[in-house]
């Protein structure tokens, strides 16, 4: 028998366990009352668990724009630290700014919003230069697959369709830099900001000919993000 205090919350709330000669024995055997197999007893395995649970999240308690690990980022993408931190200062200032607009499909920038934010013309500029490339092409028509994320205890799986697919590799073609490229993930997925970045930056390092293999189907890519910053991309299945 285990000691008090390291039941699980639902043997120490069954009626039956408390009711058995066993649970009677071990409380007396301890001078405990059965009825003193108190609240506080289960509320704190109840907290112990749970945190237990959380921790195995680096997220868990992660603020929404926690920075990710750039030296760990930087030793998988061959970016250095310095040009990593600068992309992601970029990032979080044009991230809310963007966003998937549902009738056309496109990828749009709110340049007023920004400007009045304070982000500088010259960033607005470029932002609206990289998503024009890919916009105004016809490669956002006759989508297959699925826009989507989930969270593994591995890390998170993300879905892109071959349309939102084509347009991240239109900005990898056309030199956009992972500011620009996590934007515009994080404005299809729902996907923590680091998440979005580490993708990004991933994509980056592999290039968009890798992205463009996997799209060959034309039902979009799978995107498995480890918390170790590794990239694992598959073809979707239509």
Do not use: H
Not at 49 to 59: A, E, G, K, Q, R
Not at 99 to 123: N, P, V, W, Y
Not at 167 to 179: D, Q
Request: hydrophobic share 45%; proline share 2%.
């Amino acid at each position: 028998m285990p000691e008090r205090g390291y039941f699980s919350p639902e043997l120490v709330q069954n009626k039956f366990f408390k009711e058995s000669d066993s649970a009677k024995k071990y409380f007396r055997r301890r001078k405990i009352s059965v009825k003193r197999c108190t609240r506080r007893s289960v509320i704190a395995i109840t907290l112990i668990i749970c945190l237990l649970m959380l921790s195995f999240s680096p997220y868990a308690f992660a603020a929404k724009d926690a920075e990710p690990d750039f030296n760990t980022l930087s030793k998988e993408t061959g970016f250095t630290v310095k040009k990593l931190k600068k992309e992601w200062k970029l990032f979080l200032n044009i991230k809310d700014y963007m966003k998937l607009d549902d009738e056309s499909g496109q990828i749009i920038f709110d340049d007023k919003a920004a400007l009045k934010a304070g982000l500088t013309q010259e960033i607005v500029d470029k932002v609206q230069a990289d998503l024009k490339k890919i916009n105004q092409s016809e490669i956002l028509e006759n989508c297959g697959g699925i826009n989507g994320s989930a969270e593994y205890s591995w890390g998170w799986r993300v879905w892109l369709d071959s349309c939102e697919t084509n347009g991240i590799i239109g900005l990898l073609t056309a030199g956009a830099g992972v500011a620009t490229i996590a934007a515009a993930i994080a404005a299809v997925v729902s996907i923590p900001a680091a998440v979005a970045f580490g993708i990004a930056a991933g994509l980056l390092a592999i290039g968009a000919g890798v992205l463009t293999y996997y799209n060959r189907t034309g039902c979009g890519v799978i995107m498995d993000y480890y918390y170790t910053d590794v990239i694992i991309i598959q073809s979707q299945k239509c």
